[in-house]
């Protein structure tokens, strides 16, 4: 069985950084795309970056585009995404998530529906 588990997440004051981190079992990592999803109270979910099954192509929100940095090692079946300059509206749950595929276009990675293993997600909190 698949399990992804994230850590990193904290309390922060704005301007600030965090790295998540998300470590993948029980499946081959090197079939992954991954992606960071994060919700914050009373929203939907949201797509905040993506990275290909090979570290080719990533994906970032708009919102963090400058800012957050998605990367992977296949060696450690690990997924960071290292956030710098956090603002108060980037406060959510953040959720790791996978998907086997191969693809790297835009639709199949930058849409919750696409993933089909999700972290139980780790709380960042940016104090204004």
């Known amino acids: 069985q698949v399990q992804l588990v994230e850590s990193g997440g904290g309390l922060v004051q704005a301007g600030g950084s965090l790295r998540l981190s998300c470590v993948v079992s029980g499946g081959m990592f090197t079939r992954y795309a991954m992606g960071w999803f994060r919700q914050a109270p009373g929203k939907e979910r949201e797509f905040v970056s993506a990275?290909?099954?090979?570290?080719?192509?990533?994906y970032y929100n708009d919102s963090v585009k400058g800012r957050f940095t998605i990367s992977r090692d296949s060696a450690m079946n690990t997924v960071w995404m290292q956030m710098n300059g956090l603002k108060p509206e980037d406060t959510a749950v953040y959720y790791c998530?996978?998907?086997?595929?191969?693809?790297?276009?835009?639709?199949?990675?930058?849409?919750?529906?696409?993933?089909?293993?999700w972290g139980q997600g780790t709380q960042v909190t940016v104090s204004s």
């Open positions: 990275i290909s099954w090979n570290g080719g192509t990533t």
């Open positions: 998530a996978a998907t086997v595929t191969f693809t790297a276009q835009a639709e199949a990675l930058t849409r919750d529906a696409g993933y089909y293993h």
